[in-house]
């Protein structure tokens, strides 16, 4: 009985303490790896590739998502406009909520299933293979051959999906409003025009730039440091998604509260 009592008043504890080692570590790992961002030689072809794999071959499935939560959007806004006959707001209140909210996040969530996946589990195999370790002995900085490129190519492709994911969204979302549902297309586009601002638009592609960042470090941190054969590189996968997915609302708070008291 009280070596129970003790085991679950401990427990919490050790495994709160186990969480912030974690995430110290991840801490002093990035800290130490920050100045290889910027430092030469600087791999283009390998962020080229990095750049293909991100972001050309996402953009279908991010278009896709795209489409289908413009037009989403669009149903459920317009049940509630409806009621109050101002469906002519709905152009604005679409363009507001992908362009700040739901865009960034959403792209980044795709990227994060998509793409961090898979480069956790690549790194993951390089670890158990010990590949790293043969770069290592070829006096090669593996964290700069390997990490930089992939975060670099994360960091520019997101925000750009971002944009096209803006784009596709509000273009099936007017479509649908004004061919199905009835609203005034003219209406519809004079409220966008009249309201929408420029800031509107640049929260998402600043936040797009944040999730890319944070999203790739986790992904490349995840399975940088796998160990354990298969079963290592399944852990740091799965890891990778979820701590990535956490971290991206964590940091979506965070900035929209920024955003907000710098009245942006």
């Known amino acids: 009985m009280i070596e129970q009592f003790f085991y ?3 427990y919490p504890v050790y495994a709160a303490a186990g969480l912030f080692e974690k995430i110290g570590a991840f801490f002093i790992f990035q800290a130490r790896f920050f100045p290889l961002m910027f430092a030469r030689p600087f791999r283009g072809r390998l962020m080229i590739r990095q750049l293909e794999n991100v972001g ?7 278009i896709m998502t795209a489409i289908f939560t413009g037009m989403v959007m669009a149903i459920q806004l317009y049940s509630a406009f409806h009621r109050f ?13 992908i362009g700040r909210e739901l865009g960034p996040v959403f792209t980044a969530l795709m990227l994060i299933s998509r793409s961090a996946s898979a480069a956790a589990a690549e790194l993951g195999t390089m670890r158990v293979t010990e590949q790293i370790d043969a770069i290592e002995s070829l006096s090669v900085d593996s964290k700069a051959y390997l990490l930089t490129p992939r975060i670099w190519a994360w960091i520019i492709a997101t925000p750009l999906l971002v944009v096209i994911f803006d784009l596709s969204a509000n273009v099936s979302a007017y479509l649908l409003a004004s061919h199905a549902l009835g609203v005034n297309p003219t209406a519809y586009m004079r409220t966008l025009v009249t309201f929408a601002t420029l800031g509107d638009f640049m929260q998402g592609f600043v936040k797009g730039i944040f999730f890319g960042w944070i999203s790739a ?12 054969g298969a079963k290592g590189v399944g852990e740091a996968t799965t890891i990778a998604v979820v701590s990535a997915s956490v971290a991206l ?12 008291l710098l009245d942006w």
């Open 249 to 260: 609302f964590l940091t979506n708070y965070f900035l929209s509260s920024i955003f907000l």
């Open 8 to 10: 679950r008043l401990g």
């Open 56 to 62: 050309a071959n996402s953009l279908l499935v991010i």
């Open 85 to 97: 006959g101002a469906e002519e707001m709905m152009g604005y209140a679409i363009f507001v909520a």
């Open 217 to 228: 470090s986790i992904a490349v941190y995840s399975g940088y440091n796998a160990k354990g």
